[in-house]
């Protein structure tokens, strides 16, 4: 699973490209650097509140629309997810999670 200025990156670039601005353009516009929206895009920077509200405006979404990942399709990615909440769960949890997966498990 990315994280999630991956993410929020991928949905810029998107979006950016969808209006067909290069991210000189886009920089331009939002009034920063050419290699900051580089950055974001790559997921290496965070944008800040204020950079996220003035790229909704230059791009005529609303704010929401960064936040709209795809969601989780292969099983692959699917494995990946589960292990990471198993990784982060407490004990208790824990035990929930393996007793609905033994039920789960038994009924297929």
Known sequence: MKDPKQLIG????TLRRARHMT???LAEKVGVDGRHISRLETGKYFPSLDTLVTMARVLEVELQEFFLFPTVETETEMREAL???????????LRELLSFAR???AHR
């Open 10 to 13: 991928a949905r810029i670039s």
């Open 23 to 25: 991210q000189n353009d």
């Open 83 to 93: 292990i990471a909440i198993v990784h982060q769960a407490p004990a208790p949890v």
């Open 103 to 105: 039920n789960l498990m």
